[in-house]
């Protein structure tokens, strides 16, 4: 298997624009997570899904961020419009029930 | 609502050394306490705990669980250079299926 697949890797882009980041999850996997990770405050749970269902969103920071899921093996995760304060490493996870997560290799974000 | 805190945040040590990471949590209806290394790319998983008091190793890692106390300890004994990474504590409950992280210790192993 693949893996967990994100992408794009890196992105640089400038404040107002809009920015998507996709995720395939491992096939066969229930579950879905949406990390954001930064050196100020770690590892932060942004959104995740069940079933292609999003089940918590407490996490998302602001309206700017909207997350998607309109199959088991694809999701969006967009802000629009980016805020340099939005630049960090954001992580896609599946997982086929609770407990461990598989990772993706992460989009790392820059806004400049 | 639910916290995970690790400690210490930063440590640096020398090959050979045993070194011991702590993980605090807060999360209702406990399910499972995970621990995940980061290098330069994504976390990989290394051990689930569920049950207090069972040890999990592997190599020259290990890890136990205490429920009643709400920790969790991760031993690295014989550290490595290849040690080196962010070691992350994750924590789920029944009430939510989410994994709460902490905010990670960085080890750093010098030769």
């Known amino acids: 298997d693949a893996g967990v697949i994100q992408s794009p890797r890196h992105e640089v882009t400038e404040m107002g624009q809009e920015v998507t980041l996709r995720c395939k999850p491992i096939?066969?996997?229930?579950?879905l997570f949406w990390y954001r990770q930064t050196m100020m405050r770690g590892l932060e749970l942004l959104i995740y899904?069940?079933?292609?269902?999003?089940?918590?969103d407490s996490g998302m920071p602001e309206d700017r961020f909207s997350a998607k899921m309109p199959n088991a093996s694809f999701s969006t995760l967009k802000i629009q419009p980016s805020e340099p304060r939005d630049s960090a490493v954001y992580f896609c996870?599946?997982?086929?029930?609770?407990?461990?997560?598989?990772f993706g290799e992460g989009s790392r974000l820059t806004v400049l | 609502e639910d916290k995970v805190v690790q400690s210490p945040l930063s440590l640096v040590v020398h090959e050979g050394d045993t070194v011991t990471l702590n993980c605090s949590y807060e999360?209702?209806?406990?399910?499972?306490l995970l621990w995940y290394k980061q290098e330069k790319k994504a976390p990989t998983f290394l051990f689930m705990l569920t049950s207090s008091g069972i040890e999990k190793k592997s190599g020259r890692l290990s890890s136990i669980l205490d429920k009643k106390e709400l920790f969790s300890i991760l031993n690295i004994t014989a550290t490595q250079t290849g040690d080196s990474a962010i070691y992350l504590c994750?924590?789920?409950?029944?009430?939510?299926?989410?994994?709460?992280f902490g905010a990670g210790t960085r080890l750093t192993v010098k030769p």
């Open positions: 899904f069940n079933n292609n269902v999003p089940i918590d």
């Open positions: 996870a599946s997982s086929p029930h609770t407990g461990e997560l598989f």
């Open positions: 994750a924590v789920e409950g029944y009430n939510n299926n989410d994994m709460r």
């Open positions: 096939s066969g996997h229930d579950y």
């Open positions: 999360v209702t209806n406990f399910r499972s």
